[in-house]
T-cell receptor, first 111, second 116 residues
Framework: DAKTTQPPSMDCAEGRAANLPCNHSTISGNEYVYWYRQIHSQGPQYIIH???NNETNEMASLIITEDRKSSTLILPHATLRDTAVYYC????????????FGTGTRLQVFP | DTGVSQDPRHKITKRGQNVTFRCDPI?????LYWYRQTLGQGPEFLTYFQNEAQLEKSRLLSDRFSAERPKGSFSTLEIQRTEQGDSAMYLC??????????????FGAGTRLSVL
């Protein structure tokens, strides 16, 4: 699975959009980008995933660049409850086993 | 609650004691995973089951660790002769293995182990 690089921390004002970047320059053609988040003292929570098209669900939007070497997770209207560590993970469709987590981005939403 | 359930939530033990954790996956999820997480780090994979078969074990899983999933439903993770370095959050996750979201893993809240 390709490695990912994320900034260690970011801040965002409540109500504003939070844009979390992820670099995955060695991603291969059949690898998906997954995002999970982990709120303090809880297990990781799945947010969204995508291959090459932009994706949106009730939690977030995922924008993947055309060359697929980077992506951005967008929380359109951040709330205090979105304060968490966000993990960007790249894995192939054939992978049914482990997720490889990095250290993620610690997002702090402030009032 | 139909999510992944882990028991206990917290466990304090003395060095050298054995501990066992239980995980109940989401109903009908045939894949079950164990991870370990230490402070400030992301979760690290330990082992993975498909139904009752243990298909992969990490090198992190020393011979003091054993995991089972006897009937393909709940799983247990046992640590023998605990050491202070075993102090961590132990996370369980499950996935369907089928359909569009077959590879999405759903996590429990974890068991926090403290070895004194």
């Amino acid at each position: 699975d390709a490695k990912t690089t994320q900034p260690p921390s970011m801040d965002c004002a409540e109500g504003r959009a939070a844009n979390l970047p992820c670099n995955h320059s060695t991603i291969s053609g059949n690898e998906y980008v997954y995002w999970y988040r982990q709120i303090h003292s809880q297990g990781p929570q799945y947010i969204i995933h995508g291959l090459k098209n932009n994706e949106t669900n009730e939690m977030a939007s995922l924008i993947i660049t055309e060359d697929r070497k980077s992506s951005t997770l967008i929380l359109p209207h951040a709330t205090l409850r979105d304060t968490a560590v966000y993990y960007c993970i790249v894995r192939g469709t054939y992978n049914t086993d482990k997720l490889i987590f990095g250290t993620g981005t610690r997002l702090q939403v402030f009032p | 609650d139909t999510g992944v359930s882990q028991d206990p939530r917290h466990k304090i033990t003395k060095r050298g004691q054995n501990v066992t954790f239980r995980c109940d996956p989401i109903s009908e999820h045939n894949r079950l995973y164990w991870y370990r997480q230490t402070l400030g780090q992301g979760p690290e994979f330990l082992t993975y089951f498909q139904n009752e078969a243990q298909l992969e074990k990490s090198r992190l899983l020393s011979d003091r660790f054993s995991a089972e999933r006897p009937k393909g439903s709940f799983s247990t993770l046992e640590i023998q002769r605990t050491e202070q370095g075993d102090s961590a959050m132990y996370l369980c996750a499950s996935s369907t293995g089928q359909g569009e979201f077959k590879n999405i893993q759903y996590f429990g809240a974890g068991t926090r182990l403290s070895v004194l």
